[in-house]
Every structure is written in C-alpha cells, then in structure tokens.
C-alpha cells in the first residue's frame, strides 16, 4: 500500500469520524430545539402570512383568545421583549395586570393608511401603550410600510414615545427595506427604541 493511498484513508476516516460526531451533536440539539420541525410546513401553509402566522400570533397573545391561558402568552412575549431590552423588565406587569385582560389584540386592523398585521394596545387607563407586530415572512415591505405604522402610532399622542413599538418580526431578523423606510428615517426611530427587530429562529 502506498503512502499517499495510507494518508488518503487515514484523512478519510477523520473526516468520516468528525462527521458521525457533528450528525450525533446535532441530534441530540435538534431533540431539545426541535429546529427542523415546522408545522405550517407540514401543513403546506408556511407562505400564508395572514391567515396562518399573524392568526395564530394574534390568537395566541389575546388573554381572551380561545387558548383559554389568558395573558400567559402575552406576559412570555413581553418578557422577550424584557430581555431584549426594549420593554423595562419591572413594567411587564403593568402591561398587563390581571389574567383575563381587556387590552386590544388585532389582526389585519385597517388604518388610514392601509392595514396592521398585528396590533397589541392599550389606550386608556394610566398606563396606556401600542405594540405593532409586523409580521414578514415571504412577502415583500410595501412601501413606506414602516413609516406609515409610525405615523399612525404619532397619532397617539397621549401614548409616551417609550411605550410605542414597532417590532419587525422575520424568520431570521432581518430588517425593513429602503421601500419600506428609508435608511435615516429607520435610524432615527432605532435611537428612540421605536423599531426593533425580532426573529422565529432565536427569539
């Protein structure tokens, strides 16, 4: 046998060994992160946006939802959003104080200027608020879309600017595009923690 032929398999089986260990450290994370599993895939619908993503967001973070939990889902987004730093994390509760709450939670609400994927509000009593969920999976940015949702949360003008959010929400957090907002206009709502963005992946 020769040398080259000697190093040639000797690389092989590393190479072999190296693989049978990734595939092993694989399997056991995917047990505990199910990363693969994707029940709108499963169900040919993972494209639907409106009717299957937003609806099930929607129903799921409404403390009157169907789900029967209350606001469980609603506090858990808001921890997220805690621990990402956009909301204080001692405010949660007033978010959403008791479990059957009476907050607003929509889908496809029409506005002036066109339509809301998901809206989570509050606007009376003494801590009033407006989330905005826009929910981007396959479809492209209208135009001016995040600019339009931002004038549409100035409208509330007795909401204070912390408690306005904007969270864009993408499998893979990626952000708006310059026809949805330009580039300083997206900045600017950045450095006033108005837009943010959220991914199905890790968040």
Not at 47 to 73: K, P, Y
């Amino acid at each position: 046998m020769s040398e080259a032929y000697s190093q040639f398999e000797n690389g092989f089986l590393r190479l072999k060994n190296d693989y049978v260990r990734m595939l092993s450290d694989y399997r056991r994370s995917n047990m505990q992160l199910a990363e693969d599993f994707n029940i709108f895939s499963l169900v040919g619908v993972e494209h639907l946006e409106v009717t299957t993503h937003s609806a099930i967001l929607r129903e799921l973070l409404d403390s009157q939802g169907s789900h029967g939990q209350g606001n469980l889902f609603f506090v858990e987004f808001l921890s997220m959003l805690a621990d990402k730093g956009i909301i204080p994390k001692e405010d949660i509760n007033r978010y959403s104080p008791v479990t059957f709450d009476n907050y607003a939670c929509d889908a496809e609400r029409a506005v002036a200027t066109g339509r809301i994927d998901i809206i989570v509000e509050r606007l009376d009593g003494d801590f009033p608020y407006s989330i905005i969920i826009e929910n981007k999976v396959y479809a492209v940015d209208q135009y001016e879309q995040i600019e339009r949702y931002w004038a549409e949360l100035e409208k509330k003008a007795h909401i204070p600017v912390d408690r306005k959010e904007i969270i864009y929400l993408t499998p893979k957090g990626g952000l708006p595009s310059e026809d949805s907002i330009d580039s300083k206009k997206r900045k600017e709502l950045e450095d006033m923690g108005a837009l943010h963005y959220i991914s199905y992946n890790t968040d």
